[in-house]
């Protein structure tokens, strides 16, 4: 559901509000992504920049995006420590919905361990509540049978009043409309599933994916709106981006998409000037989805925040729709269909 209020004078993301499912937790329609903020993934290159993803904060406020996203995995909880430091420094806890996640690590197999981690996460956080509490991935192999285990957890979640609301996510459609029903059972709901989605990975579309969230009136989460960067049109054979990126980003692929970053860029000049990657995230919004792009500086933020205030009209996004079914899908991730 969107919410939008009739002042014109505040930043866009306190204008252009989503609620999370039936939690009647308000969001900005558009999040950011803390993913990359402290990442110590690669040992032999220290990719942490605090005073960038400070600066990325900052602009958090200044937009009014008030929806973000960190998990505990994320710089194995450096993501977490980042942000609550900097909620600390700037006095906006109160300012801030924070989504993190608990990751269903092989011998996390009861509801304990779910809230344990959620506990962990607020300590990291420096918070007595966080806005949300998701299930990062459905359990699988040495746990595959602890699911039921950690949606249990995630009613105490909200039992406990750790969380405003819970949610999941990559899951698939039998595991959303499973996890609503459960959790509605005890009193609470499910507000989110967070998946991959965007113009180049429309598969939530046909896979049920959407159809079960708009079923249990779970709202959808996506990640990669701008499918790693490949939807901003900034990358080329000549420049191609660095890190795990680059091994998808071949010349095959820039070819491939270049019909549809062209119609992009018509849609953005037809909307005044807008940019790839803000067509590329309002697409993802007019489909009812709350996007989360990454974003690790301030010129990200203020880049993404763009996406905020306005609609792509019917006949622009139906046209996308047409171009980019044409264009060859980018891969998903394989826990999707566990």
Known sequence: MIVRSASTLAPAGQRDRTELGKSGLQVSSLGVGAWSWGDRSRYWQSNIDKPSNLTAYKALVASGIDFL???EVYGFGLSEEFVGEFMKETQTANQMV???KFAPLPWRQTPGSLVGACKKSLNRLGLQKTGLYIQHWPGFFLNAFSNDAHLEG???????????????SNFKPERVRKAAAYL?????CLSSNQVQYSLLYRKPETNGVMEACRETGATLVAYSPMCQGLLTGKYSKDNKPSGPRARL???????SV???LDCMRAVAD???GKTLGQVAINWTMCKGAVPI?????AKQVEEAAGALGWRLTDAQVAELDAVSGKVPPSTGAPFEAW
């Open 293 to 297: 792009p990454g974003a690790k500086n």
């Open 154 to 168: 995630l009613a105490q979640v909200a039992e406990q009043g750790l969380a405003q609301a819970v949610g999941v």
């Open 258 to 260: 270049q019909v549809l």
């Open 69 to 71: 996203d960190t998990a």
């Open 98 to 100: 924070i989504g993190t």
């Open 270 to 272: 037809d909307q005044g």
């Open 184 to 188: 509605e059972s005890r009193g609470t």
């Open 249 to 255: 980003f071949t010349e095959d692929r820039y070819r």
